[in-house]
Each structure stands twice: as structure tokens, then as C-alpha cells.
């Protein structure tokens, strides 16, 4: 036999890329570990929290649609029934005084969601694209009415609650406070992520990746396309679970809206807005998302209406999300040749912020006369006070709309230019030497 | 000498129209066996047919004795036969090693395996390479399929079609579209990659079908209407009528 894979095979990593591989795992977890040194409050506290978790979910529904491309409207299901069963493991082992301690709830909550996903998955990834995500639509609305039929279980309009520090205590940790959640969020966080990074490196990883490249070919090397699509679904529905359920224990409540539509268009929103063609993608959008909205609920009273708008410019200017946006630059960051599109970006940027401020303007005046007309015109929006009876601050939406529109497409156009030119060069620049 | 692929009375409609009418045809294990034909005869329909991407209306196809009409096109590939596309069907967005990889994996028992690194694998990386020296596109290993020139992704087609190790071949017009050089050097490459195996091949430059073909069947409007050596085929007056023409006379 030949011993090809030496010469012709992709190098294996090199030690001092396994050191740095592992170094990066290393130095997150001991940013993880830091945090709440930095940022003590119990506000920051449960920001991370929350991030985490959705960290976790978004993951586990970039494995349907960045990695088998699997569009479903309907993750929330998995994420919601892993929360309802871990409050009531929760409950059950607290009545009980079985000796199982918080941190394993999780573990419970994903088995519920794999077990959910292996019962519903056979027959939904039978088909996939449009048919997977109508079936995916479909099953999620029965889920989620069922949710407020079977009060038993699910607990009607309220939910159902647990008290967590009623189990059994773990190096005298109770759980209580944010923080011990804290920890327990980010050690499952990292654990989930490793995880989930690991199963992308498997022949079931790779041949996902076949199937949603090539569903047809895959099957003429062997493999069944629908067992494949059948095992990522139970894998996304496992690791929404143990998300769900980490839900669960923060809130120490579990409810119908843990399963509803608008929680299982939030993960997509954050997947996709961080890009499904990367595996940190899901990341960088649990965060972004997660931030926003608790952040921009408090400014504006129809943040949803701007997360929507963000949505869509994101699927038209930048399919490939923020991680897409950043990894095309990096040709130009090899060659360091990044200083030369700034100038372009700059230029651009102005008018493009003119235009949204218009925008924004237009929008909150309109809420003011639609939502509630007869109070007083002065407003505030984002911090910023304005009149909006004032014919001035009209007028000035216009300009900044008319204006920066057209003055957005011109440089964009320009920067759109010199960004081919850069390329080009960057290119040039990084095969000659 | 046993039969590698078999077809008794094999029939195709599509809606009212009859693409294959009673097709019967053996093609000895070994033997590297020619399908020819005009457009629109039905042999891309035959391979469908024969690989488990589409079944027949009546009659029957057999693998090396065994019954496979019915079965789905991935247990046909697991029992060894495997085909390549008329019009290049690769994984676009995958570079050529993960290609290649892709059509490795199963036959190297790993299956749907999700605890193994599959970078890690020795005997995929082994085969992997093998296969990507043999279609001569080691230089390009780490370019995205879709991204290859036209010639190239032939090659990868063919690759992934014999990367699984399978014993029966179907190749659809695997020359298609290409220059004299680079048809001679597919040639060259399926005469060496099927050393030993069974071919089934769909091709229309004749020079090449004499050049390979130790049978030869015409397919012309969905019947068999000769099958022989090439000298037989030559000299038959109905193969010349119908499709030969001048070409071979
Ligand atoms: N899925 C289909 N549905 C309906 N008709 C089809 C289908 N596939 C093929 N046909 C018809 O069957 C006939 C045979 O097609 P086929 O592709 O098998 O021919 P071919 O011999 O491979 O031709 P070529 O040399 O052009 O590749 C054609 O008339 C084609 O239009
Ligand atoms: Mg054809």
C-alpha cells in the first residue's frame, strides 16, 4: 500500500496548534470563571445568564440549519418541554429529597428534548426544505396549544414554578444567589459548546454538511439522508433541552411562552443574524441579540418593530451575518491592507446613520399618534426628547430620510468599488509571497 | 464468467410515454461494457433505473444475482455499485478532500459515527489520498468543488464515484464537454481506476467506446437494438442505420 496520507492528505495539526487550540478553551473558560469580578451587579449577572443559554440554543439550531440546512420554525418545542420537565424534576426531587443536585437537572431537561426530538423527528425529517419547515410550523402550534390544554402539566396561563435551592447542596452551594447560577449557566455553556464544536468534527458532522449541500449525491456514497438529517435533529433537540432547562432554573418558572412561536423565531433571529456558516456565528448572535433586546427594551417601546428591520437588512446586505461581515475581511487583514477600506467605511457610515436616524425619527412620531395620540407630543426615544406635533422634526425626518438614502447608495456603491480594488490587491499581495 | 448487472424486461413510463420498453441486458462481472445511443434514447433513465434513483414500471434488475429493483439508491451503493451524474452532482460547498472524503466514509465502516474525530481517521486519510492522486487533483485540495474548472470537476465526479471501493461501475458520459487532451487523459484515468471492476458506461465519442469497450449495447427510443463486441456493433447494419451512420463506416 501506499503511503499517501503523509504527503497528499491535509496536514494533521501541528503541537503548537493543538496548544493553541486548546489554549483558546483554556482562556474562556477562565474569562467565564472572571466575569463576575468584573461586572458584579445582579443585573450584569443575569445578563450573562441569559446569554449563555441562548448561546446554547442557538447552537443547537445552527446544527438544523447551518450544518444539515434544515430551516425549522419550531426549536422553541424542545427548549420549552426540556424547561417544563426540568421544573418538575426539580419539584419531584426536591419532594422527594432524592439525592440529585441542581447541576444535573440540565442533563434531564436534555434528555427530554432528544427524547421529544427522536419521537417527532422520524417523521419530520422525512422531508426537508419547505415540507421540513411547514411540518416544523405545524408541530410547534399543536405544542404550544397544547400547552395551555393540558393545565396539569403545563400549568395553564401561569406556568409552573419550583424553588431551586431545595435540593441537594453541592460544596455548599444552594443556588440561590445569581452568581452560583452564573457558574452553573457558563460550566454547562462551555460544556455544550465543546460539544456541539466536537460533533461538527465527526463523519455525522460532515456528512450533515453533505446533505445540506447535496442531499441527492449523499445518497449514492451510502448514506441515508434521512438518517442524517433524523440524527442532527436529535442532537439540536438534546442541546435545546439542556438550554431550556437552564431557562428553567434561572427563572425557577417554566411557561407556554418557553415553547411559543416567538421563541422559536428568537433563535433564528440570533442564529442567522450571527451567521449560520460559521460555528461561532450562533455565538456572536446569541450575544448580540441577547444585549439588544434586553437593551433596547428599555429605550423604545417597539424595540420588536427595530429587531425586525435589523433582521431584514441582515438577510439582504449580509446573508452571511456579523461573523460574515468580519471573515470577509480577512483576506485584507493578512495582507494589512485593512486601513485602506476604513475611509470608504467612514464615509459610507455617515450618511447610512443620517438615513436610520431619519428613520428612527419617523418611526417614534408615528408610534406617538398610533399608539397613543392624545398625550403630550413631547417624547423621548433612545434617551433623546423631541416634539412629535412639531412640523420642524417632520420635515427633518424627511431631509434625513430623502438625503441620507441617496447619499447611502452612492458611497456604498463607492465603497463597494474600492472594496473589489482592495481585494484584488490583497489577493495580488498574499500570492506573491 | 458470473453476471455483474443484470436487467430482465426492464420498462419506464413516464406518464403516457414509454422511455424504456423491455430492456433486457447482462453485463459479465469484469467486463467494461458500453451504452450508446442518441440523446433523448433513455441511458441516463437506465442508470437511474439500475442505481435506485428511479424503479422501473415492470421487470426486474439484479446486482450479482440478487434482486435491487425497489431498493433505495444508498442500499444499492452499500451492495456495490456505484455511479457518477451526467451533469456534475458534487458537494459545491465542500472542498475537494471533504468530497472525497464524504464518499469514503461509509465504506470504511464509519457509518453515522459521531465520536470519532474524522480528521483522524488513518485508513480515511489513506484512501482519501489515494483516490485524490489517482484523479491528479492533489493540488487542489483545498479548494471548494464549486470552485474547480469544468475538467476538473469531472475528474472530482469521477472520484467520488469510485472512492467507495465499489466493485460495479456506472459512468454517464464521463468525457461530456471536453477537450481531445483532456478526454484522452479520462480515459487513460477510468481504463486504470477500473482495472479490475465492472463498467457501465453511457459515452458518445465512439473513438473512446472502441478504445474501452470490451461490449458494446445500442439504446436507441428506449429498446435495445444490438448488443456485441465492437467488431460485432461495427459491422451490424441496423446499429449503422440508427445510429452509426457514416461515423464508423
Ligand atoms: N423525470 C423525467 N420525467 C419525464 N421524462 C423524462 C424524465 N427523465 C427523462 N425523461 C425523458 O426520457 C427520455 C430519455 O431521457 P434520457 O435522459 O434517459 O436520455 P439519454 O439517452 O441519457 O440522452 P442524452 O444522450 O441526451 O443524455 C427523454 O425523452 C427525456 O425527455
Ligand atoms: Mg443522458
Given amino acids: 500500500m501506499r503511503d499517501l496520507a503523509a504527503t497528499a492528505a491535509p496536514p494533521l495539526p501541528a503541537l503548537a496548534d493543538k496548544l493553541k487550540f486548546y489554549a483558546i478553551w483554556v482562556v474562556v473558560a477562565l474569562v467565564l470563571l472572571l466575569l463576575p469580578k468584573l461586572f458584579a451587579t445582579g443585573g450584569s449577572l443575569t445578563t450573562f445568564s441569559l446569554i449563555g443559554i441562548s448561546i446554547i440554543f442557538a447552537l443547537s439550531y445552527n446544527i438544523l440549519l447551518g450544518q444539515t440546512g434544515m430551516l425549522s420554525f419550531g426549536h422553541a418545542v424542545y427548549y420549552g418541554l426540556g424547561g417544563f420537565l426540568a421544573i418538575h424534576a426539580i419539584n419531584i426531587i426536591g419532594a422527594n429529597k432524592w439525592p440529585i443536585p441542581l447541576p444535573l437537572v440540565p442533563l434531564i431537561g436534555g434528555v427530554t428534548g432528544l427524547f421529544f426530538a427522536a419521537l417527532i423527528g422520524w417523521v419530520s425529517t422525512q422531508r426537508s426544505g419547505t415540507a421540513f419547515a411547514m411540518i416544523s410550523l405545524g408541530l410547534a402550534e399543536l405544542v404550544a396549544s397544547s400547552a395551555l390544554i393540558l393545565r396539569t402539566f403545563f400549568g395553564g396561563e401561569a406556568g409552573v414554578s419550583a424553588n431551586r435551592t431545595k435540593l441537594l447542596k453541592v460544596f455548599g452551594f444552594n443556588f440561590g444567589p445569581q452568581i452560583q447560577i452564573y457558574y452553573l449557566v457558563a460550566a454547562w455553556t462551555l460544556i455544550a459548546v465543546i460539544a456541539m464544536y466536537a460533533l461538527t468534527r465527526t463523519p455525522l458532522g460532515r456528512m450533515c454538511n453533505a446533505v445540506r449541500d447535496n442531499p441527492e449525491r449523499v445518497q449514492f456514497v451510502g448514506y441515508d439522508p434521512h438518517v442524517v438529517r433524523y440524527l442532527a435533529f436529535c442532537f439540536a433537540g438534546f442541546f435545546a433541552g439542556i438550554a431550556g432547562s437552564l431557562a428553567a432554573i434561572n427563572f425557577e418558572i417554566a411557561n407556554s411562552a418557553y415553547l411559543g412561536a416567538v421563541q422559536s423565531g428568537t433563535v433564528l433571529f440570533a442564529a442567522y443574524i450571527g451567521g449560520i456558516g460559521f460555528f461561532i456565528g450562533p455565538i456572536v448572535g446569541a450575544i448580540f441579540v441577547t444585549v439588544l433586546s434586553l437593551g433596547l427594551s428599555d429605550l423604545t417601546t417597539v424595540w420588536q418593530l427595530y429587531f425586525g428591520l435589523f433582521f431584514i437588512a441582515v438577510v439582504m446586505f449580509a446573508p452571511g451575518g456579523i461573523t460574515g461581515l468580519l471573515m470577509m475581511h480577512r483576506p485584507l487583514i493578512k495582507a494589512g491592507m485593512l486601513t485602506r477600506m476604513l475611509p470608504s467605511y467612514l464615509i459610507a457610515l455617515l450618511p447610512t446613520l443620517a438615513l436610520i436616524t431619519g428613520l428612527m425619527l419617523a418611526i417614534e412620531t408615528t408610534v406617538h399618534y398610533t399608539v397613543n395620540p392624545g398625550e403630550d407630543p413631547h417624547v423621548k426615544a433612545f434617551g433623546i426628547p423631541f416634539n412629535a406635533a412639531s412640523s420642524i422634526t417632520w420635515l427633518v425626518a424627511a431631509a434625513l430620510i430623502v438625503g441620507g438614502f441617496a447619499l447611502a447608495r452612492i458611497s456604498w456603491r463607492r465603497t463597494a468599488h474600492v472594496w473589489d480594488e482592495t481585494l484584488t490587491a490583497a489577493r495580488a499581495k498574499v500570492h506573491a509571497t | ?249
Avoid at chain 2, 470519532?116 to 471548494?144: C, F, M, S, W, Y
Wanted: glycine residues 10%.
Fill in chain 2, 1 to 249: 464468467m458470473s453476471t455483474a448487472i443484470e436487467l430482465r424486461g426492464v420498462e419506464k413510463s413516464f406518464g403516457v410515454t414509454k422511455v424504456i420498453q423491455n430492456v433486457s441486458l447482462t453485463v459479465a462481472q469484469g467486463e467494461r461494457h458500453a451504452l450508446i445511443g442518441p440523446n433523448g434514447a433513455g441511458k441516463s433513465t437506465l442508470f437511474n433505473l439500475i442505481s435506485g434513483y428511479m424503479t422501473p414500471s415492470a421487470g426486474s434488475i439484479l446486482l450479482r444475482d440478487q434482486t435491487i429493483s425497489g431498493l433505495r439508491p444508498y442500499q444499492i451503493n452499500r451492495r456495490g455499485l456505484s455511479r457518477s451524474f451526467q451533469v456534475t452532482n458534487v458537494f459545491a460547498n465542500m472542498t475537494v478532500w471533504e468530497n472525497l472524503r464524504c464518499a469514503v466514509l461509509w465504506a470504511t465502516g464509519h457509518r453515522y459515527a459521531f465520536w470519532k474525530n474524522v480528521d483522524k481517521l488513518p485508513e480515511v486519510r489513506q484512501r482519501t489520498a489515494e483516490i485524490l492522486q489517482d484523479i491528479h487533483l492533489v493540488g487542489r485540495r483545498d479548494v471548494p468543488a464549486g470552485l474547480l474548472t469544468y475538467a476538473e470537476q469531472r475528474a472530482l465526479e469521477i472520484g467520488i464515484t469510485i472512492a467507495g471501493g465499489a466493485d460495479v461501475i456506472l459512468l454517464d458520459e464521463p468525457t461530456a464537454g471536453m477537450s481531445h487532451a483532456e478526454t484522452e487523459r479520462a480515459v487513460e484515468l477510468i481504463r486504470r481506476l477500473t482495472e479490475g471492476r465492472t463498467l457501465l458506461i453511457v459515452e458518445h465519442d465512439m473513438s473512446v467506446v472502441f478504445g474501452l469497450a470490451d461490449r458494446i449495447s445500442v439504446l436507441v427510443y428506449g429498446q435495445i437494438i444490438a448488443s456485441g463486441t465492437p467488431e460485432e456493433i461495427r459491422g451490424n447494419p441496423k446499429v449503422k442505420e440508427a445510429y452509426l451512420g457514416e461515423e464508423a463506416a
